[in-house]
């Protein structure tokens, strides 16, 4: 089963991914890009083909996202994309921000499965697919979990590579429960191949996934592997000993020094994260400058930070400080602060 990092906009850009693929990205089989828009004949962004293009990209495998509700626009960005050498290309019909929404693109495409119906229509005509695999990643509706049932009917018609399924509403964003009944209607009824997204948060929730869904061609993860960078290794360890190497927040406070599979302790795992996190923060810095860096790894911190709330001296001070952090020398000084807790709290 691949193991999919998902793209998460302003966070998994190709600074974050070289950086996640050297530390930890052995167990990753692909990258997603953040969602690119193509907008005219031929062109993208200039940011977005920074992004995608190969140079910036290599030892790992990417799968170019694009955003749009023209078929013009995918069928052109998607050529461009097989000169770049890329054979995969996803589109997004999920995204449930309310600037997306409004355009009617992402998870406003989905209160219209007519429109979906002619724009992969006209896509699949195009005979595009013959030159690259396209792939969608979807919400099951909109405003009701009913809406879920014809928007299948409208994937079913044509040969994807690949549904991946986050089970949310549009109008969810990420919050509440996700609805798995609509789930179990892609996996059971979908006449592609389907991958799950949404809510892996530790190698136990990939392995009771899998155990209920044991034909699924992948597992995607993102706001998982934000708060745990390493989430992809330790599913694969668990997946050869489902006994060792499952992660959580809380199992990493009480393990201490020695882990569970007894080849490594977690102040060394924390010793790897606070290498991982310093290296993006100075990549940051590199690229762009140390106030807009700042910015940048601030919001990799509402994820982060889960895994030191389960430590007997946290304090919500600490992050908040952490959060209030303007200057470079101000931040450094307040995240030693976090890290340095597992020193403490050693056995």
Known sequence: MKLEFAPLEGLTKYTFRNIHNKYYGEAVDEYYSPFIEPSSIRTMKVRAVEDIIPEHNAGYTLIPQLLTNNSSYFIEAADV?????????????????????????????????????????????????????????TRIGY??????KNILKVYNKYKLDELIVHPRLGKQMYSGNVHMEEFDMAYNEGKMPISYNGDILCAEDYLKLKEKYPKLKGVMIGRGAIARPEIFEEIRRAECNPLEGIGNDRDLAERGVLGENGDSTVVEDIAKLKKYHDELLSAYENAISQRVAVLHIKEHWPFLIRRFKELPDYEDRLFRNLMKCTTMLEFKIEANKLFSLYEKNKK
């Open 81 to 137: 994309l097989t000169e770049y050498g890329y054979d995969t290309v996803n589109i997004n019909i999920g995204c449930p921000s309310n600037t997306v929404v409004k355009k009617g693109r992402g998870s406003g495409f989905l209160a219209e499965p007519d429109k979906i119906d002619k724009f992969l229509y006209e896509i699949f005509a195009s005979g595009i697919n013959d030159r690259v695999k396209i792939s969608i990643k």
């Open 143 to 148: 405003e009701d979990v009913s809406e879920f």
